[in-house]
Structures are given as structure tokens and as C-alpha cells.
């Protein structure tokens, strides 16, 4: 079983950036992983953020994020960031951190079979 730790979410004002970092537990290569983040306001539908697939040559992102945000892996750190720039209020969510064993990744949530328990950003204007 691989355990998804997130990090790096917080408090920013509107056009702030934060950067969040995914780890796997000990034991666990992420780079054996494709990767990628989702997001979930309370009351509605979690919502697919952006991906990567396992050799990192090709990432993905959801339109309302595309050309602010950035994902990329750091396999020396055993570690997958989203590096989010000029955050807007509606980026406010709960962030989440999933792996699915393979080559490619995807945007629905029901393709991955890890998940991190999730860390806050909220976005002030």
C-alpha cells in the first residue's frame, strides 16, 4: 500500500504563488508511478487538476489552471510538486496528491489508486 503525503498548501493572497510537494510513504518509488493532483470544494465535484505520466515527458492540465500551473518530479527527493502561480480565489480547495501504477496518467479520479489525504489552499482576494 503506498501512502500519499501532501504539503505546502496555505494561506496566499490572489496573484501569490505556493508550491505543494507530494511524497510517497518509505518503500515506495514514485517514479514507478504516473502521477497527478486533483482539487475538491466542499459541495461539489472533485475536480482534476493537472497529470504527468510516469517518465515525465508528458503533463496535462485543466483548462482553468493551464499557463499557471506547473507539475514536475524530483526523483532524487522521491517527490511529485504542483507549482501553483497567480493563485486566484477560485483555486481555493482541498488539493490532492494521486498515483496510479503504469506509464500514463489520467484525468479521472476513478483511474488512480493512491491518494493523499489532502492539503488546504485558500486563496484570498
Known amino acids: 500500500q503506498v501512502r500519499l503525503v501532501e504539503s505546502g498548501g496555505g494561506l496566499v493572497q490572489a496573484g501569490g504563488s505556493l508550491r505543494l510537494s507530494c511524497v510517497a510513504s518509505?518503500?515506495?518509488?514514485?517514479?514507478?508511478?504516473?502521477m497527478g493532483w486533483f482539487r475538491q470544494v466542499p459541495g461539489k465535484e472533485r475536480e482534476f487538476v493537472a497529470r504527468m505520466d510516469r517518465s515525465g515527458g508528458r503533463t496535462m492540465f485543466a483548462d482553468s489552471v493551464k499557463g499557471r500551473f506547473t507539475i514536475s518530479r524530483d526523483s532524487a527527493k522521491n517527490t511529485v510538486y504542483l507549482q501553483m502561480n497567480s493563485l486566484k480565489p477560485e483555486d481555493t480547495a482541498v488539493y490532492y496528491c494521486?498515483?496510479?501504477?503504469?506509464?500514463?496518467?489520467?484525468?479521472?479520479?476513478?483511474?488512480?489508486?493512491?491518494w493523499g489525504q489532502g492539503t488546504q489552499v485558500t486563496v484570498s482576494s
Open positions: 518509505s518503500g515506495h518509488t514514485l517514479s514507478a508511478f504516473a
Open positions: 494521486v498515483a496510479r501504477p503504469g506509464s500514463y496518467s489520467s484525468s479521472y479520479d476513478y483511474d488512480y489508486d493512491y
